[in-house]
């Protein structure tokens, strides 16, 4: 694949006709992929925004918050496998089309919970509804990944799921303060409102224009011949076809997967890495409220500020990680480094427990923000290692090792809050678990390159 790539920087045009240009139709299916995962990120965060004026008018305490910020987690966990098997089975358009239509009605309905009496009936329902966003959410990432490996050549994919997974950043910077004020002029419920109708749109535009790559209208057959040459599994959503309907889920390769040593180090740095992104998901904006005394709709600006860099970070790291592959680096060293790089930046956040200036706070939790998109590689390194018959489902473990931190990183710091009285010792953890990423990449993962399943 890496020769393929360096013949095709030498030539980057090579049409099968000299009148024929190379189109760039698959910047725009990254560019779908950027929206769609800024929409998932930003009704993932609803409940943090809306949290405080929620737990105040229901009656919730840090416990019980906990929980529920988990709940959205535990089905995105459960989820993963099926989703990745859905997703094998059906293609990524279909799937991805009922999951994002499925999670924003969802979303909506968490707008009425409020009509439900007592706290303890209204947790209930909004876990549950938490939860059901979770399932509705499970092949969303894996379906990033699956199609950033059909339409992109090996030497542009660190760049590609970079500039999707960064969207997680974006989506606080552009969402945080639109909910914030939202929350402060019209009420939580409203939040919810409004993120489920926008989820519906997106949802009907996405069906309209996502194809795979040798159906698209618009790709011309030089594009088609380089991103191929390059790697691209180009057949991987090619329908109707015989090897498609006798597809089915095969244990044998999945206990493969799970006995890699490889895999296994990327699955334990996806967990660490996860666990901070959860915690600027659900406790960062509580954090910036209770521990340094700031408004919602302050947080919703403030907020914003650490992302703007979380995404500025994110698209830098696959620019880098690619730009190492093109200049004769090793896959293994070209994904590697921004990763260490970025959780080494990522501790700095202990630091904040030791500042009291609220403008250091802020730079400090930028720089963290910072280095973690700059070291969240790991759909990169998927794309890179996942076998062609089982792409789905290997993204699926993937983030189900990884999405476990969802469902321990707002639970843990919970107890961590209510046992201490503080953030403190919840940073230190966060801390921690970056440098536990580190070791993993370095010490585990070995030489990065695409399983090869047995038969």
């Keep these: 694949m890496e020769s393929q790539a360096k013949a095709l920087r030498k030539h980057p045009e090579s049409p099968s006709s000299p009148n024929q240009k190379k189109t760039r139709t698959r910047w725009f299916i990254v560019f779908m992929l950027f929206v769609v995962t800024a929409l998932n990120y930003a009704d993932r965060a609803t409940l943090s925004i809306a949290g405080t004026d929620m737990s105040g008018q229901l009656g919730l305490d840090s416990v019980m ?18 989703g990745g098997w859905l997703l094998d089975r059906f293609g990524s358009k279909r799937v991805y089309f009922w999951s994002i239509f499925i999670w924003s009605c969802f979303t909506l309905l968490q707008g009425t919970i409020g009509f439900f009496g007592s706290a303890g009936t209204a947790v209930m329902i909004l876990f549950g509804l938490r939860f059901l ?78 194809h795979s790559p040798k159906e698209h209208p618009r790709i011309s057959k030089a594009e088609l011949e380089y991103i191929e040459a390059g790697g691209a599994l180009i057949n991987m959503d090619q329908t109707g076809t015989k090897q498609e309907k006798k597809q089915g889920f095969n244990w044998n390769h999945v206990k ?24 600027f998901l659900t406790w960062f904006p509580v954090y910036l409220v209770d521990e340094r005394g700031m408004t919602v709709l302050e947080v919703g600006l403030v907020a914003s500020l650490p992302a703007i860099c979380g995404f500025l970070g994110g698209i830098l790291g ?54 973690k998109g700059f070291g969240a ?73 695409r399983v090869e399943l047995k038969s």
């Excluded at 918050?65 to 099926?82: D, H, K, T």
């Design 65 to 82: 918050m906990g929980y529920v910020f988990s709940a959205f987690a535990w089905a995105y966990v459960a989820g993963q496998i099926p």
């Design 133 to 210: 966003v979770g399932i509705a959410e499970a092949p969303s990432f894996p379906a990033n990944s699956r199609i950033v490996a059909s339409w992109f050549p090996g030497h542009e994919r660190g760049t590609a799921a970079a500039t999707f997974n960064s969207a997680q950043y974006f989506s606080t910077v552009i969402f945080a303060p639109i909910m914030g004020y939202i929350t402060y002029k019209f009420g939580w419920e409203y939040v919810f409102y409004f993120m489920g109708v926008l989820g519906i749109i997106i949802a009907l535009v996405w069906k309209k224009v996502i």
């Design 256 to 279: 493969q997967l799970l006995s890699n040593r490889m895999l296994l180090g990327v699955y334990l740095g996806q967990y660490c890495i996860t666990t901070l992104t959860y915690f």
């Design 318 to 371: 696959g620019i880098f990680s690619d730009f190492l592959l093109r200049k004769g680096f090793s896959l293994t060293v070209a994904r590697k480094t921004p990763i260490v790089l970025g959780m080494l930046l990522s501790m700095s956040l202990v630091a904040a427990n030791y500042v009291e200036a609220e403008w250091v706070v802020i730079f400090v939790m930028a720089l963290a923000f910072f280095g």
């Design 377 to 449: 590689l790991g759909w990169a390194v998927v794309a890179d290692t996942s076998p062609k018959e089982m792409s789905g489902i290997s993204g699926a473990l993937f983030n189900t090792f990884g999405n476990i931190a969802g469902i321990t990183t707002p639970i843990i710091i919970g107890y961590i809050i209510s046992t201490t009285g503080s953030f403190n010792g919840a940073l230190v953890f966060v801390g921690a678990n970056a440098l536990v990423a580190i070791c993993s990449y370095l010490f585990l993962v070995g030489k990065i390159k």
